[in-house]
Nanobody, 118 residues
Framework: QVQLVESGGGLAQPGGSLRLSCAAS????????MGWYRQAPGKQRELVAP???????NYVDSVKGRFTISRDSAKNLVYLQMNSLEPEDTAVYYC????????????WGQGTQVTVSS
């Protein structure tokens, strides 16, 4: 059973930076997609950035040029570097892991709060 633990959230000023980390334990299938999602109050959860086990990356338009997703597969860690933060980035950020098996298996972390405010 894969377990995901996020860390690194907190309070940042507009224009500031935060780095989120996600640690995966319990063994994860080698073919996988790790992703960061976020959910703001009253809004649906949205995919911010996925990264595949082959290091294919994508970003939601609203964070392109500001956020960077990366991974250390040897250590089962995924990061989200968030720069030039905006109040609209305020949300609970969740780490997700998809194991590309049949059927696909999906795991979620508990979430970490990111608040951008002056």
């Amino acid at each position: 059973q894969v377990q995901l633990v996020e860390s690194g959230g907190g309070l940042a000023q507009p224009g500031g930076s935060l780095r989120l980390s996600c640690a995966a334990s319990g063994g994860i299938f080698s073919r996988n997609v790790m992703g960061w999602y976020r959910q703001a109050p009253g809004k649906q959860r949205e995919l911010v950035a996925p990264i595949t086990s082959g290091d294919i990356i994508n970003y939601v338009d609203s964070v392109k040029g500001r956020f960077t997703i990366s991974r250390d597969s040897a250590k089962n860690l995924v990061y989200l570097q968030m720069n030039s933060l905006e109040p609209e980035d305020t949300a609970v950020y969740y780490c997700n892991a998809l194991e590309l098996l049949i059927p696909v298996r999906s795991y979620w972390g508990q979430g970490t709060q990111v608040t951008v405010s002056s």
